[in-house]
Every structure is written in C-alpha cells, then in structure tokens.
C-alpha cells in the first residue's frame, strides 16, 4: 500500500511500520491476551460510565451511581458462578469430549467449546504424514483455500494448529478438535484445560495465594482483605453443601469473629495506655524518635491555585463595598 501511494519517504508511516510487531495482531497471535483487543477494556468501562453519569452530578451521587454499578456487577459473577456449580449445562449426552467439557469449563467457555466442537464436523481433515508418531494433518474448510496445519503427538497427546487459537484464547480450536475427533479422543487432555476457564478458578486461587503469602506480614489491609475473601469463598463454596457443614462453618466463624474482637480489644487497650503516656507537648519537645504510632499533624499550606479567581473576587467585593459607600455618603449628603 505504501509503494501503491508513492509513500516510502514518509516519516511517520516508516515509524509505524518498524514498529508493527507492536500493534499488528498477526505478529502476536501466538501471545495468550484471551482475545482482548487492549482498549477494549476501557472501552466497556468507558460505556458503562457514560450510561450511568452526566455533568450535573456532584462527586458524591458519581461514587454512589458507581457502587451501585459495582454492586449489579458482583451480583451477576454470582448468579453466573451459582449456574456453573449447579448442574452441567443442556445437551451433554452427545460425544465425550463435550461432556467432559460441560464438566470442567463454566458455562460461558462451555458454549464457546460446544461451538467449535460444532463447526469442526463439517472440516475436511487428511493426514498428510506420520514421522516416528507425530501426525501432520491438512485442515481445510468448504469453500475456502486456506490450508490449516495441525500436529498431534499421539502418544504424549500433544497438539498444535497454525491458528494459534489455543496460544492466544486457551481454548482448542475447531481444527485440533477435528484431529481428535479423528483419533477417537474422548477427552480433553489436562494440558489444555486453562484453569481460568474452568468452574474451579476460584477456589484453586485461594491455594495460590496460601502458597504465595509469605509477604503476608508486609502485604497491605486489601491484599490480606482480598486474601481471606479467596479463602471464605472456599470454605463457603464448600460449607453450603450439607446442613451439617453449614453448622461446622458456622460455629467456627463465630469462634472467629470472638478471638478477632478480642484481639482488637486488646490493641485498643495498649494503644489507649500508649497515648496516655506521652502527650503531644511532650512529644513535640523530644524529638519523635522515640513514637511510632502518634505524630503530630499540622495544617497543610495553603497555596492559591493557579486559575484562581479569589483576588479577582475580593476586588469585585471591594468594588462593591466602596460603591455602597459612596452611595451612602451620597444619600446622607443629600439628607443633609
Ligand atoms: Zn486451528
């Protein structure tokens, strides 16, 4: 297109051009970004925003709009989490790749494997060699020129497809899924299975972050917050399954919740006793080094903003005053 238009001398298409690995998605199909386009994200956010706010809002009533939005969000990953953990989705008795599928992804990566496993019944697949247990096959579709390669392992279960869908989604495309369907594959092998997908994402993410807590003495309240919450998500996930562990979860929660206020209480016992030694004055006259959790506080500085208006203000109040005056001085020598 370039040469086309005689451009080869412009500076900014030369720079785009050089640096195309970096906005061209044919240079980073084979890099995971689960299909998202990189503003797409904003983009929602930025829709979302639109459709809830406008100028007349103040800040607060914009916070309010905000967490209500927040609020219908979670509820929905709840109601969508409680779908995927009660009961596999419909048509699940057709071949046993899909129901093992319908068994491990949630609902929404169900539909989109239910698709591709659809649409590859009707590609073309034929074994173009066989070296030392490694098959090549040729994939095409009807109608279209475009060759796609897949190689599968046969024995290590191994699978790879010139799309490079499952590098960049995590979900086997309809091409691989034709290859096993060919060889008979009644399952999808746990390789291929991203745990992000999966209906268990959740609760394996509480064991992460139980293996990854030694900073936990450093991490901040919302880390530590984020933390339990992964770990209550589990226990509740679980505890609701019978009545019996219910009561367990529950019995244990308030033994919990005794031992933290007690805990609480205490620091706030030795934290009163603290303060109470030193006083601020006498703080201020030593140097501080000894306090760690009083310091004293002052008022910020005051600096005038720029753009502000608040000289202008007074002189127009200035003005004011001075013209109310003379008509004062007017009216009572007018009086006189
Ligand atoms: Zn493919």
Same mark, same amino acid.
């Given at each position: 297109?370039?040469?086309?238009?005689?451009?080869?001398?412009?500076?900014?298409?030369?720079?785009?051009?050089?640096?195309?690995?970096?906005?061209?998605?044919?240079?980073?199909?084979?890099?995971?970004?689960?299909?998202?386009?990189?503003?797409?994200?904003?983009?929602?956010?930025?829709?979302?925003?639109?459709q809830?706010?406008?100028? /007349?809002?103040?800040?607060i009533?914009?916070?309010?709009?905000?967490?209500?939005k927040?609020?219908?969000?979670?509820?929905?990953e709840?109601?969508?989490?409680?779908? %995927?953990?009660n009961?596999?989705?419909?048509?699940?008795?057709?071949?046993?790749?899909?129901?093992?599928?319908?068994?491990?992804?949630?609902?929404?990566?169900?539909?989109?494997?239910?698709?591709?496993?659809?649409? =590859?019944?009707?590609?073309? =697949?034929?074994?173009?060699?066989?070296?030392?247990?490694?098959?090549?096959?040729?994939?095409?579709?009807?109608?279209?020129?475009?060759?796609?390669?897949?190689? *599968?392992?046969?024995?290590?279960?191994?699978?790879?497809?010139?799309?490079?869908?499952?590098?960049?989604?995590?979900?086997?495309?309809?091409?691989?899924?034709?290859?096993?369907?060919?060889?008979?594959?009644?399952?999808?092998?746990?390789?291929?299975?991203?745990?992000?997908?999966?209906?268990?994402?959740?609760?394996?993410?509480?064991?992460? /972050?139980?293996?990854?807590?030694?900073?936990?003495?450093?991490?901040?309240?919302?880390?530590?917050?984020?933390?339990?919450?992964?770990?209550?998500?589990n226990?509740?996930?679980k505890?609701?399954?019978?009545?019996? %562990?219910?009561?367990?979860?529950?019995?244990?929660?308030?033994?919990?919740?005794?031992?933290?206020?007690?805990?609480?209480?205490?620091?706030?016992?030795?934290?009163?006793s603290?303060?109470?030694?030193?006083?601020? *004055?006498?703080?201020?006259?030593?140097?501080?080094?000894?306090?760690?959790?009083?310091?004293?506080? /002052?008022?910020p500085? =005051?600096?005038?903003?720029?753009?502000?208006?608040?000289?202008q203000?007074?002189?127009?109040?200035?003005?004011?005053?001075?013209?109310?005056?003379?008509?004062?001085?007017?009216?009572?020598?007018?009086?006189?």
């Amino acid at each position: 297109m370039i040469e086309n238009f005689e451009l080869q001398g412009h500076a900014w298409l030369k720079r785009l051009y050089e640096l195309r690995v970096k906005w061209c998605p044919a240079f980073s199909i084979d890099i995971f970004s689960a299909r998202i386009r990189s503003t797409q994200r904003s983009e929602s956010m930025n829709s979302i925003l639109h459709q809830i706010m406008n100028s /007349f809002l103040s800040l607060i009533q914009v916070m309010q709009h905000y967490e209500e939005k927040a609020k219908e969000f979670r509820q929905i990953e709840l109601n969508q989490d409680f779908r %995927c953990k009660n009961g596999a989705p419909n048509k699940v008795n057709g071949h046993g790749i899909l129901k093992h599928a319908s068994n491990v992804y949630t609902l929404a990566m169900f539909k989109r494997f239910e698709k591709e496993l659809i649409d =590859c019944i009707g590609l073309n =697949c034929v074994e173009f060699s066989n070296i030392e247990n490694i098959s090549l096959y040729h994939v095409t579709e009807d109608g279209r020129e475009r060759i796609y390669y897949v190689e *599968f392992d046969v024995p290590n279960s191994i699978v790879s497809c010139s799309c490079n869908m499952f590098e960049s989604l995590g979900l086997l495309c309809r091409h691989a899924l034709r290859v096993f369907l060919m060889n008979n594959i009644k399952e999808i092998p746990e390789k291929y299975i991203l745990r992000r997908w999966t209906k268990k994402a959740k609760s394996l993410l509480a064991s992460d /972050f139980r293996a990854s807590s030694a900073h936990k003495e450093k991490s901040s309240c919302l880390l530590r917050f984020n933390e339990l919450n992964h770990i209550g998500y589990n226990l509740f996930d679980k505890g609701s399954l019978t009545p019996k %562990c219910t009561q367990i979860v529950k019995e244990k929660l308030f033994e919990a919740l005794h031992l933290v206020e007690n805990e609480m209480a205490t620091m706030q016992e030795a934290n009163d006793s603290e303060i109470s030694k030193h006083t601020p *004055f006498q703080d201020a006259i030593n140097d501080g080094n000894e306090r760690s959790s009083e310091k004293l506080m /002052f008022d910020p500085v =005051c600096v005038k903003t720029k753009g502000s208006r608040n000289s202008q203000m007074k002189s127009q109040f200035e003005k004011n005053q001075k013209k109310k005056n003379k008509e004062g001085n007017a009216l009572s020598s007018f009086k006189r």
